[in-house]
């Protein structure tokens, strides 16, 4: 019995090498990352239509207001070593210079902007940077002695980062301000899927917080107002949308080369 097979649908496996290759050119295109993505420190000024969008730098180091939950490390030297003591408390215990004692010359500030200094009293430093504190304290204590040497810094000078870099979390720093590189550097590195063209920085700013975006492929930023990262920051670093598809730090040319293998071997049995 002869059996018609014009009605029987057409083999559909032709198309499976095609459309198995447009999925690997797909893969490879989404997961290439342009070098002008990831290289620092690039000079952008002959590129078209590009403008310095980095204002010039007008101070460093006092550009940090103190604010409440602050940790202010003091100390008091005068030419009498009694009334050094009555300030410094670790002295008249007779301990080193560790770090238990030293965290007896450290001061909270409350949410009132005060702190709570010994023999002194509540000293007020709302709107003060680390200078007018300083020089604030030098005032304060005139009554009790003539000849104080102040010594004042952060306790407490950290910043938080966050997203596609190595070490993400709240890092010291060590001083009193670093540079963006400086603190990328201390969170192990951008990750290779990390935007290194828009890293978000969110500052304390008076009663509030200000956000900016920084791109650290441009050589532009060094030396700017956006140079440099202050206590209290926190940075994000976004991924780039070839993370959103799947496409991670471990996917290699050994999954290309599978994808492909898989295309000649369906070419192959499709002939």
């Known amino acids: 019995m002869l059996i018609n097979m014009s009605f029987l649908p057409p083999k559909s496996h032709s198309r499976i090498p095609q459309l198995l290759f447009f999925v690997f050119l797909t893969v490879v295109a989404v997961s290439c990352i342009p070098q002008k993505e990831t290289v620092y420190l690039q000079d952008q ?7 310095n969008p980095y204002s010039d730098l007008t101070s460093i180091t006092e550009r940090y207001i103190l ?14 070593p009694k009334l050094s003591d009555f300030f410094n408390p670790s002295r008249s215990s007779g301990g080193g210079n560790t770090q238990q004692n ?12 005060n702190i709570d200094f010994p023999f002194v009293g509540k000293v007020n430093l709302e709107g003060c940077n680390l200078q007018q504190a300083r020089e604030k304290m ?15 810094r952060l306790a407490s000078n950290s910043f938080v980062i966050l997203g596609e870099v190595g070490s993400p979390g ?9 540079t963006i590189y400086e603190a ?19 500052r304390p700013d008076g009663d ?5 975006f920084v791109d650290i492929t441009d050589n532009n930023i060094v030396g700017s107002d ?24 471990t996917f290699s040319f050994g999954i290309i080369s599978s994808v492909l293998a898989l295309y000649l071997t369906i070419e192959a049995i499709s002939r």
Do not use: C, W
């Not at 965290?103 to 902007?113: C, G, R």
């Open 45 to 51: 000024s002959d590129d078209r239509n590009y403008q």
């Open 67 to 80: 604010r409440p939950n602050d940790q202010l490390y003091i100390q008091v030297n005068t030419s009498n």
């Open 102 to 113: 030293q965290s007896l010359y450290t001061y909270l500030i409350d949410d009132s902007m």
């Open 138 to 152: 030098g005032k304060v204590l005139i009554p009790f002695v003539s000849d104080a040497h102040v010594k004042l």
């Open 170 to 178: 709240r890092i010291n720093m060590g001083k009193e301000q670093i």
């Open 184 to 202: 990328i550097a201390l969170a192990g590195d951008v990750r290779s899927f990390g935007k290194r063209k828009e890293i978000k920085i969110v």
């Open 208 to 212: 509030g917080y200000k956000t900016f």
């Open 226 to 249: 956006e140079y440099y990262v202050y206590p209290n920051d926190l940075i994000y670093v976004r991924p780039m949308k070839a993370k959103s598809f799947g496409i991670g730090e």
